[in-house]
């Protein structure tokens, strides 16, 4: 299976597992703001946010420490992610692996570990916390 989206590719925040990982770092009075914004923009009724589902996403990614959406952008297709701790000024960035549903999910437990070890990488690489400048090198 090849699957590649194009690089600038814009995706609903509601509807995807990077989207609902970083939704899953505000709170959920933020989420249903953002949800009721999404819906005024989207004049395809079929295609408005359910705050039910979404949240039922994003506390499941909450509780687990990862998002792994199978078949929601492509059949066939998924993906397992994870937020990168939160950057200065309160920027939110996601990593994802993906590819195969089938082979994800033979691979979870490989994949969640490389992801949490990359994540670790790059907080020791980069120590300061959110908002703060890093002191000159």
């Known amino acids: 299976i090849w699957y590649a989206v194009p690089i600038g590719t814009i995706g609903p925040i509601a509807r995807s597992g990077s989207g609902w990982a970083m939704l899953g770092a505000r709170s959920d009075d933020e989420i249903a703001e953002l949800v009721r914004r999404i819906n005024f923009h989207e004049p395809d009724p079929a295609r408005k946010a ?8 994003v506390e499941q990614g909450r509780r687990d420490g990862y998002v792994f959406n199978k ?63 890093a002191p000159p090198a």
């Not at 359910?50 to 996403?57: I, P």
């Not at 929601?72 to 990593?95: D, K, S």
């Open 50 to 57: 359910s705050l039910e589902d979404l949240m039922r996403q």
């Open 71 to 133: 078949h929601t952008l492509e059949q066939g297709a998924g993906g397992i992610c994870m937020v990168l701790p939160e950057r200065r000024f309160g920027r939110l960035f996601a990593l994802a692996v993906s590819g195969p549903v089938e082979r994800l999910e033979e691979k979870e437990a490989e994949v969640i570990a490389g992801l949490r070890a990359g994540i670790a990488r790059l907080e020791a690489a980069d120590p300061s916390p959110a908002g703060e400048a």
